[in-house]
């Protein structure tokens, strides 16, 4: 089975402040994991994947995230956080060939304090 | 280039009506796929289509949920007798090749049901 979890609901920064948002994963298989983000009445973009290869994967707005196998973790990084950052953020797990779907997280709303 | 568009945006349905949810996924794109999101929650998969073919329906929660995409392009949701437990946000995705391609899905905006 599996599953992705996202142990913060919420995550606070100040504006210009590093950020990161967590995200833990359990699969059978070889993991596919995905970041979207989510902003109020719109649909979930995509920010970033990782499939193989580079454990430190470069997506949009200047995220990145950190694929570390031994601790089954794929956390989300900024370097420099902006107040256009604040949303909604689903991390999303596919597990192996053979599957389909995405398996989404709960959530972390970030909020960005100028 | 335009993206996933759904419609309605939002739906208002009284216990026991039925609804139809539309899907207009981008051009060219194989795959598409439903998920539920309900409040405070992230989206939980539905159904999967390949072009036409309707590949996997095991997250369908009921025998009232149904989608079709008879064409490969538009699809539609329908909840037949829908009750309250059926509110949420419901989201269609898109992507360029076939389900176990690794491509990045495609969300649209979505539609909110409120069932009374």
């Known amino acids: 089975a599996q599953s992705v979890a996202q142990p913060e609901d919420q995550v606070n920064v100040a504006e210009g402040n590093p950020l990161t948002v967590k995200c833990t994963y359990s699969?059978?298989?070889?993991?596919?994991l995905f970041w979207y983000v989510q902003y109020p009445n719109r649909g979930l973009q995509f920010l970033l994947k990782?499939?193989?290869?580079?454990?430190l994967v470069k997506g949009s707005y200047g995220f990145e995230a950190e694929f570390n196998k031994s601790q089954t973790s794929f956390h989300l990084k900024k370097p420099s956080a902006l107040v256009s950052d604040s949303a909604l953020y689903f991390c999303a797990v596919r597990a192996g060939t053979g599957a389909n779907n995405l398996f989404f997280g709960t959530g972390t709303r970030l909020t960005v304090i100028p | 280039g335009a993206g996933v568009s759904q419609s309605p945006r939002y739906k208002v349905a009284k216990r026991g009506q039925d609804v139809a949810l539309r899907c207009d996924p981008i051009?060219?794109?194989?795959?598409l796929f439903w998920y539920q999101q309900a409040l405070g929650q992230g989206p939980e998969f539905l159904t999967y289509f390949q072009n036409e073919a309707q590949l996997d329906k095991s997250g369908l929660p009921s025998d009232r949920f149904f989608a079709e995409r008879p064409e490969g392009s538009v699809s539609t949701l329908k909840i037949q007798r829908t009750q309250q437990e059926d509110s949420a946000v419901y989201l269609c995705a898109s992507s360029l090749g076939a389900g176990t391609t690794l491509n990045e899905q495609f969300f649209g905006p979505g539609t909110r049901l409120t069932v009374l």
């Open positions: 699969v059978s298989g070889n993991p596919y």
């Open positions: 990782y499939i193989t290869g580079d454990n």
């Open positions: 051009s060219g794109h194989v795959s």
